[in-house]
């Protein structure tokens, strides 16, 4: 019996590969399954041909019948665990200070596609030099969290006397965000129209044409809210060595808040592994099979965290069908469902009265494609064994002998 | 042939015509009565004889035909003067916002249509619509149109210097139009804008305009969104019910519709009449607002129209929308014949395949089945033995059509000699026929399955353990529905496809949901255990339970000479003989070195040819949700008829066999010795102390923040770190104590019921309670009982409950024990709501989406949704726990497993 040696293996398995009888995950799990167990023990060239023809069989048994009803299937399979889910939003996860979304709000918020989800978070890696350097990833760090006025000063005081408005800065913290106080007139300066003087080192002081108490207020306010550094929407940041990642660890940024697409201009940033929750910025940023992506890889995170056992395939159906337009579009009255074709299966869903009044003004036709509008009539469905159709062939003479008749000629009418 | 089944291609919406109103309508309401003192349908009245009947036995004027066959026939109202239907008011906002007051044109000339045209990307034009203006181009043209502030079509007739002045168009909801005028001093005049003139002004608007402003000019004109007659629904659309006391009680719309031809009459004889501006007007704002209500009864703005009790009439609008409206209860769900439904009960002695019915219901529900020469005799006994008696049957359908209820026939004999091939038989449900049986929430579609009809004595469904778990059911009053499949078609498509055998593996995650739960995996633990033996008796017993008939032969001969088996041989029987299989059961606690088929714990699960060589089989072994389990092997190397054999018949052996040895729990299974009861003690008490200590160095101000966290944070933290610590520490002592001996321990090992954490809080403490993730602190100010310092932070303070359950739990222990278990409740019943609903969005998006012979996956209108499912084309139901081939398993088939040892 002729056995194989791993350049056999190699060159057969190559072949079985490009013979696309089985996808080629599959084969290439087996070179390395086969070569681990090459080490151990002989196999023999039949041996080898019958594992192919059984990885085969087993493949082939496995296929999905045609017509098979693939999305509700994948529905009830996402539906069905979240009875099973918890409720409660808030858990830690990876980074203990921070709050993550999580359970069956989160699911829910992924399948609304919601705009502004509750906690998006970034996932920032930095590029190869500043990985390793907590200095330098302590920089990127600040240029990314938004740091406004009342982050920076003690005090915001109102000098009724001098009729102005008096920034105390925080001289410590200052140094701790990286940022001189000249920095910060310039900020007030090209916000405020008023003169931004500096005193004594650490206060700054606007002059105000206002003289009335409640609008001094309001100006306070508004000075409080100046960002003087960082992206918009970034409200906390985290810097963390990451002993997992890369070679000998990394420091890795966490940020509570989302700016994807400002967060990849940042220099240190290495754009291709940084990652947001925010899935209408990566549809943005990096395109929508990019956000088709995110949305199976935050719906697995969602069902993997809650111990639940969801197959990949009924994730990657609902990311598949939300994304299919180009832009993600809800499951719901304001996606997928409020765009159906049909107008009974949009009207049997939700704003009933509002669907059919359209259709009335629109002269819209239904042509009853879909598995409600059937069930409403009382029709087949065409879905599982309701998919098969008899068909007739309109010129099944060519299998009689009789002369066919002739076709009458088409003729253009006029207008 | 006339009688093929006639198929609706498509459905065409529109709006009805005045002309067409008034062309279907058999009968112009103008009496606002209904019946007269005898109780005769006042002729003209709503309920005209000529617009269908609903007295049984009486036959319609119109059709003909009597009640359940006369479909109902349409009657009208000229309405006296025009009024504007609710709900296109909007609608009708629109359209006189972007029209010319005066001709009537949309107010846009060419240059401007064709950039609103050009500005929208190619690839948006909706190509199922080729022809007609997509509906994004119309907002657009409405947007833009009402922008504008003079007609280029037509000249202003007051000033001819340029078009005509557009003015704005204020809509008060929900069906008043002004115009609001500028004058030439600068001042506003708002005007009216009766409902005739919009009618007008709607009129003159060109078919060619009516596309470019969204509307399909063909089945709508925009005039007609103002009615000038009102179609009347069919009597059976409104029935008036007739109550015990005999008074007739008259349907919501029925009431409404008397309202509007009350005072429709009132307002033609004012207005023939000649009578003040001011009357006829407010005449019209009435019948406008009677008009809206029936229309929709909850428009904004308007009171809603009431019925003398004070409950708001439920009117069109309301008949259709909602959950209980008609779309939701009658058309996508309606209601079925030949169903049952009643408490259900287990029977560990019924097949998976199976579903106990008891007699009462099997001699309701029928099959209908036809005779023929071969069946003929069996047919005539079952007639004869009529609807009382089991099999008997119910009815007979005769060649001719005609229906005999055997409920009311003298004699039986001669039906049964009548009787000849062709006949439809009823008769009733038996052994073996095929029945749909379901739980409620029908989550998934093994919520639903097909059983086989075992009829027994008695009132409940009797259902075989393992099925539980897809149907989530357990014993505590549930109730379960069951389905008769009355065609050949239907009964075979439900044996082929849905029974239960053909479910054992979930397409969530393609593993078994069907298995072994609860006691069957403690008898299997007792039964595979090492140094479990049985006499030639017990063996016996347990095999014959199975169904089988050989026994092994022993394993040995014991002391007294007698020879024994092991429980493995008396499992392995029930093993295909070709089985080779490994796994690591719940008693593997992942040692460095694995001792393989030498492990003492059983956690070493091997089959060998069909022998269990060594290992406990457990929860892991054959339970239900387990994916690569032994049974996940049999399903897969053997399919679902070798898994139904091997479940049906070991979960018989395994009943067999906790009777012969018994089992139970107790108080005293949860109680351990005085000297651990001290050692829990201490560990509290000294935890406390450190929590004490804690709390004072937060009060002293020295407690150190931690980075991210208030101060506050950071104590709570600290402290519910302890206590959680504390909790686990006294249930690792207890857990000294209770060994294997222990019933509760059993159950929580081998996985059929509990875990230790449960059997901790039973027998040393229960722990921290904690609602919303923290300690209890909400109650009195600053504190959570009376009973408490203000400020106290202490563990009993804040809902630390020292006792175990064994012990039992102090009144104020028991108060925050309570808080807790409120949270979950509450938390479950939150829960069950907001998920269904993402279930409903879920399927609603999804349920048109199927794969196709040419393997893509699409939508209704055949929109490509994936080119491949899944990117492999692997259905997860037939995959091997989401993997399409499992190679390790044809690996070690192929190559065959090396033996433990060697």
Known sequence: MSKCTIEYIEKRLDEFKSSGQVPGIVVSNLVDKLEKRLEKQTITKKQLESILSEVVMNYKFAQVDPGAAVGTIAAQSIGEPGTQMTLRTFHFAGVAEMNVTLGLPRLIEIVDARKNPSTPIMTIYLAEDYATNEEKAREVAQQIELTKIENIASSVDI????????????????????????????????????????????????????????????????????????????????????ANVGESGEYVIYSEGSNFMQVLRIPGVDPKRTYTTHLHEIAETLGIEAARNSIIRESRKVLTEQGLDVDDRHIMLVADLMTSSGEIRQIGRHGISGEKNSVIARASFEVTVKHLLQAATRGEIDNLTGITENVVVGQMISLGTGVVDIGITPNYREFSTEEPEPVPEIVAEEN | MSNLPKRIDSIHFGLLSPDEIRRMSVQRIIVADTYD????????????????????????????????????????????????????????????????????????????????????????????????????????????????????????????????????????????????????????????????????????????????????????????????????????????????????????????????????????ENRDAGA???????????????????????????????????????????????????????LSGKRVDFSARTVISPDPLLSINEVGVPRAIAEILTVPERVTEWNIEEMKELVMKGPQGHPGANYIIRNDGRRVDLRFTKDPNILADALAPGFIIERHLRDGDVVLFNRQPSLHRISIMAHEVRVMPYRTFRLNLCVCRPYNADFDGDEMNLHVPQSEEARSEAYILMRVQEHISTPRYGGPIIGAIQDFITSSYFLTMDGSVYTREEASTLVTAAHLTDLPEPRGIDESGKPYWTGKQLFS???????????????????????????????????????LISGVIDKKGFGAEQPDSVLHRILKEYGSDATRQFLDGFTKMLIANIDLRGFSMGFDDVDIPLEGRRRIDQQIADTKDHVNQLIQTYEKGLLERQPGRTLEETLEMLIMAALAKVRDNSSNISAEYLGMANSAVIMAKSGARGNMLNLGQMSACVGQQSVRGKRITRGYKERTLPHFKHGDLSADGRGFVDASFRSGLEPIEFFMHACGGREGLVDTAVRTSTSGYMQRRLINALQDISSLYDGTVRDSIGGIIQFIYGDDNVDPTKSDHGKAVNLDIILDKVLETELEGD
């Open chain 1, 159 to 242: 000098d009724l006397w001098e009729n102005a408005i008096e920034v105390n800065l925080d001289l410590d913290l200052l140094k701790n965000k990286n940022i001189t106080i000249e920095e910060v007139q310039d900020r007030l300066q090209y916000r405020r129209k008023n003169e931004v003087e500096i005193i004594d080192g650490y206060k700054l002081i606007i002059k105000q044409d206002e003289s009335e108490l409640s609008s001094l207020q309001r100006l306070r306010e508004k000075i409080r809210d100046i960002a003087i550094k960082g992206l918009k929407g970034i409200k906390r940041v985290i810097i963390r060595k990451e």
């Open chain 2, 573 to 611: 029987t029930l093993l295909p003989t070709t089985m080779n299989f490994t796994m690591k059961s719940m008693f593997c606690v992942h040692h460095d070195e694995c001792k393989r088929t030498a492990c003492e714990l059983g956690g070493y699960v091997a089959i060998r040819n069909g022998q």
């Open chain 2, 276 to 330: 003040p501006q001011l009357i006829v007007e407010d005449l019209w704002e009435l019948l406008q607002y009677h008009v809206t209500t029936f229309l929709d009864n909850e428009v904004s703005g308007i009171p809603p129209a009431r019925h003398r009790s004070g409950r708001a009439l439920r009117t069109i609008t309301q008949r259709l929308k909602g959950k209980e409206g008609r779309f939701r209860l009658n």
């Open chain 2, 37 to 268: 003192e005898e109780g005769t349908p006042v002729p003209g009245g709503l309920m005209d004889g000529a617009l269908g009947t609903i007295d049984p036995g009486q036959r319609c004027r119109t059709c003909g035909n009597r009640i359940g066959d006369c479909p109902g026939h349409f009657g009208s109202i000229e309405l006296a003067r025009p009024v504007i239907h609710v709900g296109f008011n909007k609608v009708i906002y629109k359209l006189l916002n972007a029209i010319c007051r005066v001709c009537g044109r949309v107010v846009l000339d060419e240059t401007r249509i064709k950039a609103i045209f050009d500005a929208v990307p190619k690839t948006d034009l909706d190509f199922s619509r080729i022809g007609i203006v997509p509906f994004h181009i119309a907002d657009e043209v409405l947007k833009e149109a009402a922008k504008v502030k003079q007609c280029p079509h037509c000249i202003d007739p007051d000033d001819s210097s340029h078009g005509t002045t557009k003015y704005k168009i204020r809509l008060e909801k929900p069906t008043t139009f002004y115009e609001e005028l500028e004058l030439e001093d600068g001042t506003k005049q708002i005007n009216k804008i009766t409902s005739f003139d919009i009618r007008e002004l709607l009129r003159k608007i060109t078919p060619s305009d009516c596309q470019l402003l969204g509307i399909d000019s063909t089945s709508t004109r925009p005039e007609w969104m103002i009615l000038t007659a009102l179609p009347v629904p069919p009597v059976c659309v409104r029935p008036s019910i007739t109550l015990d006391s005999g008074i007739r009680s008259e349907d919501d719309l029925t009431h409404k519709l008397v309202d509007i031809i009350r005072i429709n009459q009132r307002l033609l």
